[in-house]
Each structure stands twice: as C-alpha cells, then as structure tokens.
C-alpha cells in the first residue's frame, strides 16, 4: 500500500500554454480593445502568464522543492513568440533543451531513493 502523503510531484509537464478560452464574455472584452495585439498584449497574455504561474506552484511550494517542467508548446521555445513573456514569468531556474539536461539536474537534486 503507498503512502499518499510521501507522493511529491516532480515533473510538470504543460503541453500547450494555458491561454483562456474564448467564452461571450471575452468576445464582448475583445471588442473594447483597438486591435487583437493590443488585446492579445493586454489581456490574454497576462492571464495566460497567471495560469502558467499557478501551474508551477503545484510543482514548487516552498524553497527546497525542485522538480522540471517541460512545456511542449512551440511558442514557448526560444524562437517561439511568447518565450521571453515566459521565461520571465517562471522562478529563476535553468533551461534545458535536451533529456540529458533533465537526467543531470534530477541526479544533483534528488536522492538515490527518488529512482528506486
């Protein structure tokens, strides 16, 4: 039987960014906006920044976690059109672009334990 309360998360994984999805309210607030950039810029965005935020919360909740997120979307690689608003929105943690990357971090940080 596992003990449930010894479960850590340790891997987030977002495949795609977490922007709202359209509903009549947000249609209506699009239209109070000049353009969509300036609504993209101005809304969306930020609340997608929000969400992605709340998200890393579940993986880190206090100054000794540590754990890797992987986020699949394109958009958020570094020729991706939101990867800045997105590296600036997540705590102060390296970028990794390949598994060795991860499999390194995850031996410095975790326990033998962890892989058994």
């Known amino acids: 039987m596992y003990n449930l ?3 850590v998360l340790n891997h987030l994984i977002i495949v ?3 922007f709202p999805i359209p509903d009549p ?3 209506y607030e699009k239209t109070l906006y000049p353009d969509m950039n300036v609504y993209l810029d101005s809304v969306l965005i930020p609340k997608m920044l929000i969400k992605l935020r709340q998200g890393v919360g579940r993986l880190i ?3 000794t976690d540590s754990g890797v997120i992987s986020i699949l979307d394109s958009r958020a690689a570094h020729a991706g059109k939101y990867h800045r608003s997105v590296i600036d ?3 102060n943690c390296d970028v990794a672009s390949n598994i060795d990357d ?3 971090f995850l031996i410095l940080k ?3 334990a962890y892989f058994i």
């Open 61 to 63: 909740r206090c100054e």
């Open 5 to 7: 309360t010894a479960l």
């Open 102 to 104: 991860i499999r390194k």
């Open 89 to 91: 929105a997540l705590p």
């Open 16 to 18: 795609k960014l977490p």
């Open 25 to 27: 309210i947000s249609e």
């Open 110 to 112: 975790k326990d033998e």
